[in-house]
């Protein structure tokens, strides 16, 4: 072969070659969710449970305020520190369940009236075992009316529907490491459960964004239109 042909293919091979490589790199990164062939589900990375000891001033903040929960709600009140018994579990309980560190709570009204509340109550405990403990007792055994929520948040999380003897009411319960919430809606907008779903999720990413050194932004009406997304 000449030299003049060996020069041709020379540069012909480096022409395609550099083709090549630029194909490669302007392709766009993947969606989120899915893998480099864009045809496989990727798993989120979890969110992060609650393992520290967080203060009660942080456990206030990451209670929802006004402009922060669902439309129609509002603080009724201010918001509270939970005695130990509150986070037992049942209704005649004396003294705080083992393992109880601290807690807060919060009553909100709906459009302005009484005759339909929801509450929110966080309960931190010294370890994710003590924790597990009550989040069992709180949620009860009534298996016919707890459901999975399509979209599980935290170690653990059920909600109950009409509870009890109750009628149009929620309750929804996450188990976070060592910390448990719960979320009541009793009436108002209690007959879609995405709403309890939404003020639960909300709670604990504020509870998360606390513990990582950062504001509690996170409101139960972004979780709600994320959710519907």
Not at 27 to 47: F, H, I, L, M
Not at 119 to 133: G, Q
Not at 139 to 150: C, D, F, L, R, V
Not at 197 to 212: F, H, P, S, Y
Request: aromatic share 4%; glycine share 10%.
């Amino acid at each position: 072969m000449s030299r003049a042909r060996l020069t041709l293919v020379a540069a012909l091979v480096g022409i395609a070659t550099l083709t090549a490589c630029s194909s490669s790199s302007d392709k766009p990164a993947p969606a989120p969710g899915t893998t480099q062939n864009g045809d496989e589900p990727v798993s989120a990375p979890a969110p992060k449970p609650i393992t520290k000891e967080l203060p009660q001033a942080q456990i206030t903040q990451a209670l929802l305020g006004d402009g922060e929960t669902l439309p129609g709600w509002s603080l009724h009140g201010d918001k509270s520190v939970t005695e130990g018994q509150y986070c037992n579990g049942t209704e005649d309980a004396k003294s705080a369940p083992a393992g109880w560190v601290r807690g807060g709570d919060s009553a909100y009204e709906y459009n302005g009236s009484t005759n339909d509340m929801a509450y929110i109550e966080i309960c931190l405990f010294k370890s994710a075992d003590d924790a597990h403990r009550q989040y069992t007792t709180w949620k009860g055994n009534e298996t016919s009316k707890q459901q999975t929520p399509k979209k599980p948040v935290g170690d653990e999380n059920t909600l109950v529907i009409n509870p009890g003897l109750s009628d149009d009411s929620v309750y929804g319960y996450v188990r976070s490491g060592k910390v448990n919430i719960r979320v009541r809606i009793e009436g108002g907008t209690a007959g879609d459960p995405s709403g309890t779903q939404a003020m639960l999720v909300a709670t604990l990413k504020r509870l998360q964004q606390l513990q990582d050194g950062k504001a509690a932004t996170v409101t139960a009406l972004d979780e709600q239109a994320t959710a519907r997304q």
